[in-house]
């Protein structure tokens, strides 16, 4: 049987942003226009516009989506089993893999979180914050089960952040890849090394 | 008594870098052309062609003349004075300050680095070479000494270099100084504080 029913404001507000992703992936960020969005979806250009200000608007709601799965993920390896060194290596690969999959192989995702990058910073960069309270979670768990010497949770997780934006960074994952360095998980890999030699009791 | 005597080739290479570089720097790289270069000597482009193949040979020079410094500045801290301790931070402040004053408080010198990041990357990533040398250098005479715990140090050495990108990179320098961060330098201290900690025999 099949049921039809009127789509809610979320559901459009979502099939909006899925399209616009989908043209954004195949055509480019700078070569898809709102127009082309609205034909995609047999909608008027104004009806788009009633959900989102700009394209701009539509590129930050899909940058939101993508942090909000990010998001989740880390979230799940911070509350979930294992040992605090177990979760700090976790959360360096899964970083890693995750943009360098998604943000630098898919070089048309890459060009609007570029454009998201130079044009919403504060969202971005609370992103980056919630990462790196995520890590301090993690870091305090070490130190509370005797795991990790007591560091201070907050810097160290600034500092290895910090230490990371060569295996973590989307410009410098791709800068990376275009000179053809293959080694980058293990780079990774070994960056954990670091952190956890520096954390032993 | 004022004795005139005619320059030899390699004073004329010297002039041609040096003007160049100034006029790469007032004016940008783009927009300089080898027959601006050649006015400003009292040349003819022909004779700058005698010496450089192109404007880009010139920017290599250039480049060289920049990594050459750099080389000497390690090197001499690597065979100075200090404990190993002292050295490793002498070696990531230094780089950092050197990239960050003369590559991106320059916005136009660094306009021709990032060409010669894109033109020459085998020369630049020799650079680099050097330097994880010099660090992996610094490491064993910290071994030898007790000082440091007995780590692989050409692997130390490259994880360190590639922790260290954030505060050494041109480019992400620069990003960084874009978004605001004004505490470029105390991050780089942590991050030598982070690698004595992993160093801790």
């Not at 009633?50 to 509350?79: P, T, Y």
């Not at 893999?97 to 998604?102: D, G, I, M, Q, V």
């Amino acid at each position: 049987m099949n049921i039809r029913h009127r789509p809610t404001a979320e559901d459009t507000r979502e099939r909006i942003i899925s399209v616009a992703e989908e043209h954004f992936r195949r055509v480019g960020y700078a070569k898809t226009a709102v127009a082309d969005i609205a034909a995609a979806l047999h909608m008027s250009p104004a009806n788009i516009y009633r959900f989102f200000a700009s394209k701009s608007a539509i590129n930050h709601a899909i940058c939101s989506r993508l942090m909000d799965e990010v998001n989740a993920a880390i979230g799940a390896i911070v509350n979930g089993p294992g040992t605090a060194a177990e979760k700090l290596r976790a959360f360096v690969i899964s970083l890693h893999r995750h943009n360098k999959t998604r943000l630098t192989n898919e070089h048309r995702l890459y060009d609007m979180v570029e454009v998201a990058m130079a044009e919403n910073w504060p969202a971005i960069d609370a992103h980056c914050q919630r990462m790196r309270q995520f890590l301090a979670q993690i870091l305090r768990q070490g130190i509370e089960a005797g795991e990790f010497r007591a560091v201070d949770a907050d810097v160290f997780a600034d500092t290895a952040c910090n230490a990371s934006a060569k295996v973590i960074h989307p410009t410098l994952i791709a800068q990376c890849t275009a000179c053809g360095e293959t080694d980058q998980e293990d780079q990774a890999h070994r960056l954990v090394d670091l952190f956890l030699a520096a954390l032993r009791p």
